[in-house]
Nanobody
Framework: QVQLVESGGGLVQPGGSLRLSCAAS????????MHWYRQAPGKQREWVAT???????NYADSVKGRFTISRDNPKNTMYLQMASLKSEDAAVYYC?????????WGQGTQVTVSS
């Protein structure tokens, strides 16, 4: 069983930056495809970014050029560096791990963008 724990959320002003972390338990992290998703109030959960086991990254158009996904395999941790934050980035951010036919989700971390 894999457990994912997100951290790093909080309140930030528009234009500010924040770095989210996702720590994974177990031994499959380095072999897994990792993702960030987010869900704003009243909206469906949406995909934000993906990083494969070999470090290939992909981003939603809405965050491309502002967000950077990365991973540290020895630390079993994935990151999301967020810059130039906008009010529409406010949401609960979730990390997801995919390994073969298995999928695991974290509990989420709240990001609030407000002046």
């Amino acid at each position: 069983q894999v457990q994912l724990v997100e951290s790093g959320g909080g309140l930030v002003q528009p234009g500010g930056s924040l770095r989210l972390s996702c720590a994974a338990s177990g031994s499959i992290f380095s072999f897994s495809r990792m993702h960030w998703y987010r869900q704003a109030p009243g909206k469906q959960r949406e995909w934000v970014a993906t990083i494969t086991s070999d470090g290939t990254t992909n981003y939603a158009d809405s965050v491309k050029g502002r967000f950077t996904i990365s991973r540290d395999n020895p630390k079993n941790t994935m990151y999301l560096q967020m810059a130039s934050l906008k009010s529409e980035d406010a949401a609960v951010y979730y990390c997801k791990l995919n390994y073969w036919d298995k999928a695991y989700w974290g509990q989420g971390t709240q990001v609030t963008v407000s002046s």
